[in-house]
């Protein structure tokens, strides 16, 4: 497994530094491919990409009842907040609760045409949204972590790297998290032809509902490649999932690293993590990783909420 680089800059991501206007132009670089465990957005640069866009918003109106515990289903609400007690057991602080899901969904998924291209939410809440990638640590302390403190998550699961064990995540997607594409084998997908792109998200759309029994709604590239080519968008188009989502920040081993200038998490950000263990935790691990991550994101006075709550998908 290839060592990857964990300080200073390497995760760059797909936005550029022109500031936070709700209209960014999101800087994607085709690097070479690293092993399946790197980090999605480990690159360095590159060419620039056509503007990221989002679904229409609408203002956001809490409704509903508290989140409680759901299966992985689209529009599913969050479960519920855990107590001091299971935060302490990983001497951790209790996360203040994230609102009630808006009835009205920022982001509006349509069943046909182009799919759109986001890194956050449009939202007033004070809310963040954790995703993970790739699969590559499976921890079964991690597992005890989620369960313990109820935080939500997004997986980004390649085929390649989960297929010897696609049961890890099982107990995960128990908790009400959703499970999304994040292609076979982790290419770079700029480089690929277009039947081989694809290929890549179509497998791991019938790999991932099969094991998991839910269609993936949303799809990541690696590295955020080609998130805003045509050719990128007809396949995603064809095997199913209704948007590509990229993010704003991404998690390194103790402290994230910002796409913003100011270095501040926004409301309806989406933060990048992947999951890894000592080896390329510089011998932390993943839920010391994940701890330090909800720290920073409580220093800034923030909850997190469950990314697929604040998108509606297509009417069937």
């Given at each position: 497994?290839?060592?990857?680089?964990?300080?200073?800059n390497r995760e760059r991501g797909a936005v550029s530094r022109n500031g936070r206007s709700r209209t960014r132009t999101y800087a994607v670089g085709a690097l070479a491919l690293l092993a399946?465990?790197?980090?999605?957005?480990?690159?360095?640069?590159?060419?620039?990409?056509?503007?990221?866009?989002?679904?229409?918003?609408?203002?956001?109106?809490?409704?509903?009842?508290?989140?409680?515990?759901?299966?992985?289903?689209?529009?599913?609400?969050?479960?519920?907040?855990?107590?001091?007690?299971?935060?302490?057991?990983?001497?951790?602080?209790?996360?203040?609760?994230?609102?009630?899901?808006?009835?009205?969904?920022?982001?509006?998924?349509?069943?046909?045409?182009?799919?759109?291209?986001?890194?956050?939410?449009?939202?007033?809440?004070?809310?963040?949204?954790?995703?993970?990638?790739?699969?590559?640590?499976?921890?079964?302390?991690?597992?005890?972590?989620?369960?313990?403190?109820?935080?939500?998550?997004?997986?980004?699961?390649?085929?390649?790297?989960?297929?010897?064990?696609?049961?890890?995540?099982?107990?995960?997607?128990?908790?009400?998290?959703?499970?999304?594409?994040?292609?076979?084998?982790?290419?770079?997908?700029?480089?690929?032809?277009?039947?081989?792109?694809?290929?890549?998200?179509?497998?791991?759309?019938?790999?991932?509902?099969?094991?998991?029994?839910?269609?993936?709604?949303?799809?990541?590239?690696?590295?955020?490649?080609?998130?805003?080519?045509?050719?990128?968008?007809?396949?995603?188009?064809?095997?199913?999932?209704?948007?590509?989502?990229?993010?704003?920040?991404?998690?390194?081993?103790?402290?994230?690293?910002?796409?913003?200038?100011?270095?501040?998490?926004?409301?309806?950000?989406?933060?990048?993590?992947?999951?890894?263990?000592?080896?390329?935790?510089?011998?932390?691990?993943?839920?010391?990783?994940?701890?330090?991550?909800?720290?920073?994101?409580?220093?800034?006075?923030?909850?997190?909420?469950?990314?697929?709550?604040?998108?509606?998908?297509?009417?069937?």
């Open positions: 497994m290839a060592e990857r680089r964990l300080d200073g399946f465990a790197t980090a999605c957005g480990d690159n360095g640069g590159g060419s620039a990409a056509p503007a990221a866009t989002t679904t229409a918003p609408s203002a956001p109106q809490p409704a509903g009842a508290a989140p409680t515990a759901a299966a992985a289903i689209p529009g599913a609400p969050a479960p519920a907040g855990a107590g001091a007690a299971a935060w302490a057991k990983w001497s951790l602080t209790p996360l203040a609760p994230a609102p009630a899901p808006p009835a009205d969904k920022p982001i509006k998924l349509e069943r046909t045409g182009p799919v759109p291209v986001f890194s956050e939410v449009k939202t007033s809440d004070k809310v963040v949204f954790i995703t993970i990638d790739d699969g590559a640590e499976k921890d079964p302390k991690f597992v005890e972590m989620l369960t313990d403190l109820k935080v939500p998550i997004s997986m980004f699961l390649t085929k390649d790297i989960v297929k010897n064990d696609y049961g890890y995540f099982k107990p995960l997607q128990a908790l009400g998290n959703h499970i999304q594409n994040h292609t076979v084998d982790h290419p770079v997908m700029s480089k690929l032809p277009a039947d081989k792109q694809k290929s890549e998200v179509c497998d791991d759309q019938a790999a991932l509902t099969q094991q998991y029994g839910t269609a993936p709604l949303l799809f990541r590239p690696p590295f955020g490649d080609g998130a805003n080519t045509p050719t990128l968008n007809t396949s995603v188009q064809q095997c199913g999932p209704r948007a590509i989502v990229l993010w704003r920040e991404s998690m390194q081993i103790h402290d994230m690293q910002y796409q913003a200038a100011d270095k501040k998490l926004k409301p309806g950000d989406i933060i990048l993590a992947h999951f890894r263990g000592p080896k390329e935790l510089k011998g932390a691990t993943m839920t010391q990783m994940f701890g330090d991550l909800l720290a920073r994101i409580q220093e800034q006075g923030f909850s997190v909420a469950r990314l697929e709550d604040y998108i509606q998908a297509p009417a069937s």
